[in-house]
């Protein structure tokens, strides 16, 4: 069984940072590229950055750009995400995908082949 999960989540004041990863199991995620969705109440989940399997392709959404950092650990199974500067914006619930495409594609695709639980971080001002 394929499992991805996520850990680090919490609750900060704003400015503060967090550093969210999160690691599959059941399968080996060489080729996939992952990434990071948050949903906050009442939204809809959005996108907040993606990285392909080699680490060499990032993308992240434009309000977390410059703040928030994406990364694959040695394991291709591991993803991080730094997050800096946190604001009452960012507060919602943190997902975890992996997909067999590329780091642009994430961002765009509607379905993605595997998600996680979410992590819920919360950001008081």
């Known amino acids: 069984q394929v499992q991805l999960v996520e850990r680090g989540g919490g609750l900060v004041q704003a400015g503060d940072s967090l550093r969210l990863s999160c690691t599959g199991s059941?399968?080996?995620?060489?080729?996939?590229?992952m990434g990071w969705f948050r949903q906050a109440p009442g939204k809809d989940r959005e996108f907040v950055a993606a990285?392909?399997?080699?680490?060499?392709?990032?993308l992240y959404a434009d309000s977390v750009k410059g703040r928030f950092t994406i990364s694959r650990g040695s394991a291709s199974n591991t993803m991080y995400l730094q997050m800096n500067s946190l604001k009452p914006d960012d507060t919602a619930v943190y997902y975890c995908?992996?997909?067999?495409?590329?780091?642009?594609?994430?961002?765009?695709?509607?379905?993605?082949?595997?998600w996680g639980q979410g992590t819920q971080v919360t950001v008081s001002s």
């Open positions: 990285i392909s399997w080699t680490g060499a392709d990032t």
């Open positions: 995908a992996a997909d067999y495409s590329a780091a642009s594609d994430m961002a765009l695709k509607g379905t993605l082949d595997y």
């Open positions: 059941g399968r080996i995620f060489s080729n996939f590229a």
